[in-house]
């Protein structure tokens, strides 16, 4: 058994904190990269929680990611407003230019934020959960770096570039997705690859585009695949373009180009779409919710899952018992404070 | 070999609005339907071409929809409009309710068009096509009728709920796609029905929701599957969402329950976004057209296809030499005007 260490979500943030803190990050930037860490330790996304701590300050040690950025806004119409993330973390740039784009999407329905040029090392659920708990339905997408094959081809064009879309619900929690338009996370094939496992069929191809089930031969040689073969494929391709030569900035490609090897946190820009349910139904209030809950209840009623369900289960449970890490992780972060 | 009939398109759009005009829909309606027919027809989507003046008119004789509806467009923020089809066929609502979103576009840089209580039995690509050379980047989505059960579920909940997306490109034909969330249209599986032949794995589920491979059994007592697993479940749910309740209109489970039976033309919502690319970017004007073809050719240099490559070609020839169209289904369209 794994030895762990507990700690409150308190301790947790408190944790994150210190760390950044040593390694230079000012307050703005430390605050909100704890808050998103903590939350995915918090919903037992553990790729997401303390552990990027590690990577976070190599970036920063490696000095790849500017440690001062401040976001700069730029207001670029009544209903687009962008963020120049200036080559610093993305989390304090969303959280400097969501506040815009609630007050945008208040007087016109539907609003997008541009980041531009920002490291991204985070998921996006958090970033479309704290628009929904504004009432507001939210889109966000982003390219990465290029580690995955179009539908019949064989050379990685497309990043594992998620899409994640949240809608309020009256009562709780919001209707939260956020996946990898590539068959699986890149982490997921580490992990094949570690254990010696084979992949299953449809994950990765080799270097002549051949299915493989080798997890090395898909990381070093060959390329993954999107999920849902040419649909997946153009819905990557669609991210790569509203994400990328859409707002000016990188594509995956581009990316990984700029980075050198692949390992580095992604450069990139963001897109995220905000829609206030007010502008666009006439119906009574009440009416809308009571046909969305209608149909989660269709897919609930029959036994089917909402993604993010085992998400919410983890949050309750670290909210009432906090949350525990591996001591040799608790022992790695501790490290980063000598 | 089948009996064809050869037509050019100027005449094969004359022989679609001679149809819709003896069925009594006026002039409006019946240009906006015919001039969707004819393209589909000219870009060889056969399921999408004349031979949909045969549902069209029965759908017309049922007294379903509405023959005279006006669109009814109302102005909801400096973003969002709405057409209210109030009952009619969705492209003339499309039509109207397109010439606001562009010109909202150009003030607010992201624009929503949203059209209520239509009846929709067009392909979505026409609509971000018609966008896209307004050098506007396009999406629209809609529901349909329920018969493609949730990721882990039995029972029909979504309808194929389709996703187009368009991004104009400067020499020629846009980037678009247009597919269906379902793992194929549902008129393949009844084709696959009609010949006998045992589906693929992964359509299809039986009552119980064991997976089949009886067409039949899909389509009566069980239910179709989504793509991609629970990531197509998402965007089918995201759909759902988004050109239902999001609007004040009908999800698939409501339009099948409105419309009695599988079969008529779905009643419901539609919501078309649009992206002027000049408030996204602050790079010299050609840039991120330039970024963006550097995508396509990684895509295509490596020998994979782009979506509706085949449908482009298909459109050349057409425009150099007509359409030609089976003899019966002329035959079973010039019956349409005794």
């Known amino acids: 058994m794994t030895e762990t260490v507990s700690l409150s979500l308190a301790e947790a943030e408190a944790l994150a904190l210190r760390v950044l803190a040593h390694h230079g990050l000012p307050p703005g930037h430390a605050r909100a990269i704890a808050r998103v860490m903590v939350a995915g330790e918090r919903d037992e996304c553990h790729s997401h929680g303390l552990f990027r701590l590690l990577m976070c300050t190599r970036s920063l040690r490696e000095g790849k990611v500017a440690c001062h950025a401040e976001p700069l806004v730029s207001q670029r119409s009544p209903a687009v407003v962008a963020v120049d993330a200036q080559f610093g973390f993305s989390p304090l740039a969303f959280e400097v230019g969501s506040q815009h784009l609630v007050e945008k999407v208040r007087r016109t329905g539907i609003a997008a934020l541009v980041i531009n040029n920002c490291f991204h090392f985070s998921a996006l659920w958090p970033e479309v959960e704290s628009l ?102 153009a819905l990557a391709t669609m991210i790569e373009l509203l994400a990328g030569p859409l707002l000016g900035d990188l594509t995956s490609l581009e990316s990984i180009a700029v980075d050198g090897a692949i390992g580095g946190t992604p450069r990139h820009g963001e897109l995220i779409l905000a829609f206030d349910p007010s502008f666009f139904s006439t119906s009574a209030p009440g009416a809308d919710q009571a046909r969305a809950e209608h149909l989660f209840e269709a897919i609930t009623g029959q036994g089917a899952r909402l993604p993010s369900q085992r998400r919410f289960e983890a949050r309750a449970r670290s909210m009432a018992h906090g949350v525990s890490i591996p001591r040799a992780l608790h022992d790695d972060i501790l490290a980063l404070l000598a």
Chains 1, 2 share one sequence.
């Open 132 to 233: 929904a708990a504004h009432n507001i339905c939210a889109l966000a997408i982003t390219p990465a770096h290029a580690c995955v094959a179009p539908a019949g081809g064989r050379l990685a064009v497309f990043g594992t570039n998620p899409i994640a879309f949240s809608w309020p619900r009256p009562s709780g929690n919001p209707y939260v997705f956020d996946f990898a338009t590539s068959a699986v996370a890149r982490g997921e094939i580490e992990l094949y690859r570690r254990s010696g496992r084979p992949l299953p069929v449809g994950w990765g191809i080799d270097a002549d585009g051949a299915p493989t089930t080798d997890a090395a031969t898909v990381l070093q040689q060959g390329a993954m695949l999107t999920f849902g073969g040419h649909k997946g494929s």
